[in-house]
């Protein structure tokens, strides 16, 4: 089972969402809710964010993590999007770094044990916030 949890890249008080990728079942909705409310707040004290970026900079990315009772890192962040293995350049690669840096920054997380089958695979997913203008 992996839980992800959604961080907006230019402000922290970004929804989390949570996707179930095995036949696991979930603790009640809930429980989800507060898993995934710690640990974006966790994670969103040490992001730094990507306002100073560029355009190119405000991407999509999604790191998965595997954690330890302790909430420890087993290993090191594992970039899902964009593609892994695909060579970043430039504002990409600042994304990235700053992505991954927030998530090692931050460990150990403060989780419930009881409830680490939940939050044993985690998937972070770093979105730009869309921006609305308003045009008078």
Known sequence: MVMRAMIARSAISAGVALVATSGLAWPESSHRQELASSL?????????????????????????????LEGNLLEGPIVLIPEPGATLHGEVAEAVARAKGAITRCAPYDLPKDKYKSWEEVEIDFTPKPKVQLIS
């Open 40 to 68: 974006h707040k966790q994670i969103g004290s040490c992001w730094p964010g990507t306002e100073d970026l560029g355009r190119e900079g405000q991407i999509q990315v999604v790191i998965r993590i595997r954690l330890g």
